[in-house]
């Protein structure tokens, strides 16, 4: 068991489980509080759905790898990899601009589905709304499965952990509770997040400097590893190299190329994730308030 790749795995499924989590408790309170409990099973229909198809693809993308062959291994990893950063790097800021109207957002999707799509529309608004986070999810865990290699089973664990203390937050929301600050989960789990991105963007730009896809910037930046090894070590100092790599991406051995492409993601998301936001007008639908920070 990997601690490492355990970690950014339930980091992974954690957050990506409490938002489609807050949408799904949203929807199902919205119809409570306006009478129509009776159509949960369709909220329900369309989440199963989203979840299974999320699952499905994550499975044949993971197979899909795992059949190439050298070089086409390495080169589709680290392709992964990149696709995986990219989209962790647009749910991050998709979420951050919407997250203050996603309530008002969602109850008028409830209000036309209810009047104007009939009520097989609430399974498609479920199934819409949850499957973004679904594929978000699996491609993201593929890339962080690809790098962890052998300990992709630890990535999957953890994920799953996740998973379910997201489901038990869910619960919490939808009874109304208040469970965690949810300006404050989802602003320090997206700082998380990026180093885990930074990390997958660095080891698939070592992918291609290895199959000579990249072919400059690949001396050696510095070499630490009789101090601190990210790989293939049972002692203290090893189990921290690991650690970090699978948290930060750290390599004891960097390729010039690879470490400017670390630096570069990770200072200008931060810098451009940080930034103050100016307030904006929340949607406000039967009485609604905005849901983070609330």
Known sequence: MDLGFLTTGLLTGLREGVEAALIVSIVLAYLAKTGNQRYFGRIWAGTGAAILVSAVAGLILWNTVREFEEPAEPLFEGLTMVLAAGVVTWMLFWMRRT???IKGTLHAGVDRALTEGGVWA?????FTAVIREGIETSLFLLGQATEADRSATSTLLGALIGLVIAAALGYGFYRGARVINLQRFFRWTGVALIFIAAGLLSHAVHEFVEIGVISF???TAFDISTVLPHEGATTVAGIIGQL????FGYSSNPEWITLVTWLAYVLAVLVLYLRPMKPAQPARISGSQPVVGS
């Open 99 to 101: 997250a203050a109207n």
């Open 122 to 126: 609430l399974s498609a608004l479920a």
């Open 217 to 219: 910037g690949t001396g």
């Open 244 to 247: 970090l790599r699978a948290l």
